[in-house]
């Protein structure tokens, strides 16, 4: 005798059975923080991150900056989480928001944003050996951090840090402001 499935036995397989490969999924990844090497003048340290808010309500139209890290409440939070496998394959996935960074132009001072993921040159960066984050097309350019320009934020204790980051050209004398490492908990 042969068993059929109903339509509904079948919506609840398929329902499940999607939300059980999500669920893996999610958790085969691991997030990391990247993190500026130098301290700086925060000695939490400061990490990329989406500029204008604070964890999943971070906006996606106001780029990247460097702010304080969030590892220091425990975890890591859905603005400075990237997909840590990504990474290695010049991606930059904020995983949470499913979305990358990118630049704007391929271009010294160019500004660091997100944007759906995809394969183009504005999007593929190469986190060197060194620890500088530069453009996979322009290797002579590097993600760094302002060292001039700084605000203090609302929150955090003592009071969150925050600096512009952008594209400049990779040298040695900038080094501590273009050095990053990968952070997880």
Known sequence: ???FLSPARIFVW???GSALVALNAAAS???VELRLVD???EPRGY???IAGGRGANAPLDRGMQAHTCYDYTGGLLEDQAFDAALISEGQFKIVHFDICMAVSA???????????CDQSDVQKFSLQSDGRLS????PDLCITVNDTQKREGRGGTPVHVMRPVSLQPCSDDAK???SWKMFSL
């Open 47 to 49: 990490c990329l991150d």
């Open 176 to 178: 501590a402001l273009q």
């Open 1 to 3: 005798m042969t068993k």
């Open 135 to 138: 453009m996979a097309a322009k």
């Open 106 to 116: 391929l271009d010294v001072g160019a500004a660091i944003e997100l944007a759906p």
């Open 14 to 16: 398929l329902f499940f």
């Open 39 to 41: 301290e700086m003048d």
């Open 29 to 31: 990844e691991k997030l």
